[in-house]
């Protein structure tokens, strides 16, 4: 008996022990050096939730986290490492569980997400902790203050932080001609509408690659929706908040049932009819898209980069004139991808873990992340400029699936920084120069998705499902002649009133106010 | 005293039929009854941290964001329509189909009539939903290289949510009607052939035999599916309504199932998920009640 009450004693002074030995180390902050590396002195491990892309390779085979767990000391355990097949239910699914990693990257949180989680107490707040443990995000903050409105929450957090891409070309999607199809038809570059519908039709017909095969298109693009977002940026009209919003003076309005936006479906009926798009587009899977572009079969289409296709003769041209005073092109702001990093409030090590992603926002952490380790991946030259090692921009398999299988950037959603000086993946010559084409068209300040307060984004959510269901489907039909604009327009305009167009815009115009503030 | 006698000697005789039904029992509890705790959700904002009694009460929240919704009729009319069609039009033919494979002489056609037409029920939903895309494909799909020979411009059966309807159910009509009519053909079996021999006698004909003796021999088994259909009526499949959608046709293919999955299972509402799955079960329930009332009155049978 007696031995039994002093094991007993013996096993709680042991658990206590260990209960103050741990609570010393995190109170005195002893194991963490607030500079340099190691982060840690006494070797730690995060657990890890994010979604592994389809081009990449698993997570614990790639050298940018070898390399970085070694610099670190902080082990990584990638069990909660996904396929990106199912990511989104089994995401909801870990949610649901109130067991929770201790870090998410490249975990594709979305703002609803983000504000939801955050405001429950699940997601760490992190806004006063940035300008100590992650100096080099604050400087780009301090750069560019317009992504702190991004990132913040309606309640004054930041919960999640962004990628930021200080290159422009990376925010939006190219106009690519054929200029060897424009050379056989004897055509010179469109710049305006008219020239344009002059040039489809002179594709239209010709079997360029001489298979015998009416496989080519004049003008082709992934869906109906996004070639509808590009002609309305010809017909003058923005993208704002990441929807079919504009901004003029300090007025949030949208054009979906203005008559500019009719006489853009009318033009794209009439050169649907005569088939000068693509008829797949209403259908189409992604990849079937990509092998088009691959495959050289299209005369005109949108891409962000040439990293799809040889660009050799194609060329990056402006917005078509003479439908409206000025031209626009849709593109995503700086800080392009939300909700690339969080860190759950359990984590024991919450500083520990902003230190350790602040590495990713520095110029040297974003070579690691962009470009992998020197000597095994990549290397310097004599101007110090980094580049790839030979085979890897010209893999067979294609440069995304040869770059990630030892980095996590292909896909997108990482945490990184890109700018102009590590883009050599995304930003060909051809791309910069297919960018210059445009920057007289990106729109002075744009608006990201907003964060919204809980309440607030499910009234929107609401109404953006039967808007976007209704407005889709009218669309589409409209485009394939299925519906009259004589007739069925005003119905259009009348449905989308009912459904709440206004109430939807007042919503933004709400939110609006509230960031001038 | 005495009670507990008797339950202690059934417990004694019966124990074997006892075991076995616990098995069932034990299933129905952990997986339906239990469950049915996490119904309170459809009244609470779901907070993980909290856990289920900590959650927020909410009220008919998600109950009004339903109804504020300007398509909630139009998703529980195409929930309601799918299956009412399915019903009109698929219910009688598995029971022909049972009758014809009955009335066939020749053991070895019978075979393979029936055999014929079970294959289609052990296609894998996902399988299915791609074959009527590349069979309804307006480009190169069978039917509308048919419908060309006679002139008929390509239709695009999925792409139009005018036809959505009609594709799922005649595709489900071919791929269970066989598979169904197995039930039908074991209850035709248990007839007593001395009944038709009499008939014969009396000089009924095939199809007299067919009205006066088959179909009243399998009136209980039709009576009891029919039932069981009616209750079945609001939870039609997820996956082949999910698999078939797309933007053109999502004003026929939005159904409760495809909206709470999307909404609870992808979106994370899952308050709002639960509150329109059980508004569903609901429906449904009422439903089996008015059939059930119904077959009694009208057929005599009834499930209870």
């Given at each position: ?517 | ?104 002489p020749g053991r070895k056609f019978k075979k393979i009539l029936q055999n014929i037409t079970y294959i289609p029920h052990f296609i894998s939903m996902v399988v299915l939903c791609g074959m009527l895309y590349l069979f309804l494909s307006p480009q190169y799909g069978i039917l509308n290289t048919f419908l060309g020979v006679f002139g008929i411009k390509p239709i695009g059966f999925l792409e139009s949510s005018r036809y959505f309807k009609g594709v799922y159910v005649v595709s489900e009509i071919w791929q269970e009607s066989g598979w169904s009519s197995i039930i039908y053909i074991a209850a035709l079996a248990g007839i007593d052939p001395y009944l038709y021999e009499a008939a014969k006698i009396d000089g009924a004909g095939r199809l007299k035999r067919i009205w006066h003796i088959s179909l009243p021999g ?87």
């Amino acid at each position: 008996m007696k031995q039994k009450k002093a094991m007993a004693v013996l096993l709680t002074a042991c658990i206590s022990a260990g209960m103050f030995g741990n609570l010393n180390v995190s109170a005195d902050g002893d194991n963490l050096n607030k500079e340099g590396f190691p982060i840690v002195n006494e070797e730690l491990t995060f657990r890890i939730f994010g979604q592994q892309g389809p081009v990449q390779s698993k997570w614990d085979t790639m050298n940018m986290w070898k390399k970085y767990q070694e610099m670190t000391n902080i082990k990584l355990d990638f069990t909660d490492v996904l396929a990106a097949e199912g990511y989104d239910e089994k995401k909801s699914l870990m949610w649901a569980s109130n067991e929770y990693p201790d870090i998410f990257v490249r975990a594709f949180l979305n703002n609803t997400e983000i504000v939801k989680y955050g405001s429950m107490g699940i997601l760490a707040p992190l806004e006063e902790l940035i300008p100590e443990y992650a100096p080099n995000l604050q400087k780009l903050i301090d750069e560019d203050p317009a992504i702190l409105s991004r990132i913040t929450a309606p309640d004054g957090h930041i919960y999640a932080l962004p990628a930021i891409f200080t290159l422009t070309a990376a925010r939006d999607d190219k106009f690519w001609i054929n200029t060897s199809w424009l050379e056989q038809v004897g055509k010179e570059i469109p710049t305006t509408v008219d020239e344009l519908e002059d040039v489809l039709r002179a594709f239209k017909g010709v079997d360029f690659n001489e298979n015998g095969e009416a496989d080519e298109y004049p003008m082709g693009i992934s869906d109906a929706q996004a070639l509808i977002r590009r002609f309305a940026g010809v017909w003058g009209h923005q993208y704002q908040f990441g929807t079919w919003l504009e901004v003029k003076d300090d007025t949030v309005s949208t054009y979906l049932t203005d008559d500019s936006f009719k006489e853009e479906l009318e033009w794209l009926a009439s050169m649907y009819e005569e088939g000068l798009i693509d008829p797949e587009i209403f259908t189409q899977e992604y990849a079937k898209y990509a092998a088009k572009m691959a495959g050289q079969q299209m005369g005109l289409f949108f891409n962000q980069a040439d990293d799809t296709f040889d660009s050799t003769n194609f060329q990056g041209i402006s917005p078509f004139a003479g439908k409206a005073d000025q031209q626009y092109v849709q593109a995503s702001p700086a800080a392009r991808d939300n909700g690339v990093f969080a860190i759950c409030a359990d984590c024991e090590n919450i500083e520990a873990a902003l230190r350790w992603i602040d590495y990713f926002y520095s110029y040297e952490g974003s070579i690691l992340m962009r470009y992998g380790v020197e000597g095994e991946n990549m290397y310097f030259d004599e101007d110090g400029k980094p580049h790839y090692n030979d085979g890897i921009l010209d893999s067979p398999e294609g440069s995304g699936t040869e770059i990630g299988k030892f980095t996590i950037w292909p896909g997108g959603g990482a945490p990184q920084w890109v700018n102009d000086d590590n883009c050599e993946a995304i930003a060909s010559e051809a791309t910069l120069k297919a960018q210059e084409a445009l920057d007289a068209y990106l729109p002075k300040q744009i608006y990201a998705e907003p964060l919204l307060e809980e309440e607030t984004s499910d009234r929107l959510s609401v109404l953006w499902t039967d808007l976007e269901n209704y407005m889709k489907e009218t669309t589409s039909k409209m485009i394939r002649g299925e519906l009259n604009f004589d007739s069925d327009w005003d119905t259009y305009v009348e449905t989308m009133n009912k459904i709440g167009l206004e109430e939807w815009v007042s919503i933004y115009q709400e939110t609006y106010d509230n960031l001038q503030n | 005293m005495k009670q507990k006698k008797s339950i202690k000697r059934i417990l004694k005789s019966k124990w074997q039929l006892l075991a076995m039904f616990a098995v069932p029992f034990i299933w129905y509890v952990i997986f339906c009854y239990v469950p049915m705790y996490g119904i309170q959700l459809a009244f609470r904002n779901y907070n993980p941290r909290l856990g289920y009694l900590g959650s927020p009460f909410v009220g008919l929240r998600w109950f009004k964001q339903f109804f504020s919704s300007y398509y909630w009729k139009n998703i529980i009319w195409n929930t309601f329509s799918i299956s009412l069609y399915s019903i009109l039009i698929g219910f009688p033919i598995p029971i022909i189909l049972a009758i014809i494979i009955n009335e066939l002489p020749g053991r070895k056609f019978k075979k393979i009539l029936q055999n014929i037409t079970y294959i289609p029920h052990f296609i894998s939903m996902v399988v299915l939903c791609g074959m009527l895309y590349l069979f309804l494909s307006p480009q190169y799909g069978i039917l509308n290289t048919f419908l060309g020979v006679f002139g008929i411009k390509p239709i695009g059966f999925l792409e139009s949510s005018r036809y959505f309807k009609g594709v799922y159910v005649v595709s489900e009509i071919w791929q269970e009607s066989g598979w169904s009519s197995i039930i039908y053909i074991a209850a035709l079996a248990g007839i007593d052939p001395y009944l038709y021999e009499a008939a014969k006698i009396d000089g009924a004909g095939r199809l007299k035999r067919i009205w006066h003796i088959s179909l009243p021999g399998i009136t209980p088994t039709i009576v009891t599916l029919l039932i069981l259909k009616i209750g079945q009526i609001m939870s039609i499949g997820f996956e082949k309504a999910y698999l078939l959608q797309n933007d053109l046709n999502i004003q026929a293919s939005e159904i409760i199932s495809t909206l709470v999955y999307k909404q609870g299972i992808l979106q994370g509402n899952i308050g709002y998920a639960t509150a329109v799955g059980l508004m569903n079960s609901c429906l449904n329930l009422v439903l089996i009640i008015a059939a059930n009332q119904f077959c009694k009155r009208t057929f005599d049978t009834s499930l209870w």
